[in-house]
């Protein structure tokens, strides 16, 4: 005789009549975890290798070192210096000409203090 199983605690024989004597064996681990595990918490990030290093003037791009080259007293990087010859060919009229259509900043302070940053000259010409 077939049974069918219907719940935990009783079956039904093939011909549909419920006998409440024979029961399911239970699973002797719970399909359910019992408490949520939560993973690790994350390990805070080394970032030493992320800090702007300024690396020797000969492996410089060949563009810096001819502004470097070109340098006058008193500038303190790259972006002094490539400021000053933007300046001779204009390029104050363009960044004012594009702020004042687009309405957005051109970033040139940005831009010429990230090169000071990275490729700032000796204290001395």
């Not at 009549?17 to 080394?46: D, F, G, K, Q």
Request: with cysteine; net charge positive.
């Amino acid at each position: 005789m077939k049974t069918r199983w219907l719940s935990q605690s009783t079956h039904v024989a093939a011909d549909m009549s419920p006998r409440l004597t024979m029961t399911r064996p239970l699973p002797a681990v719970s399909a359910w975890p019992t408490r949520l595990t939560l993973p690790p918490p994350p390990v805070p990030l080394n970032t030493e290798h992320l800090k702007l290093e300024t690396p020797s003037t000969s492996s410089w791009p060949i563009p810096i070192r001819w502004l470097r080259a070109r340098r006058e007293p008193g500038e303190q990087g790259a972006g002094d210096t490539l400021e000053r010859y933007i300046a001779i060919a204009g390029g104050s009229q363009a960044a004012a000409l594009w702020t004042r259509f687009t309405g957005i900043k051109c970033g040139c302070a940005d831009r010429k203090a990230w090169l000071n940053q990275r490729y700032p000259y000796a204290k001395t010409p």
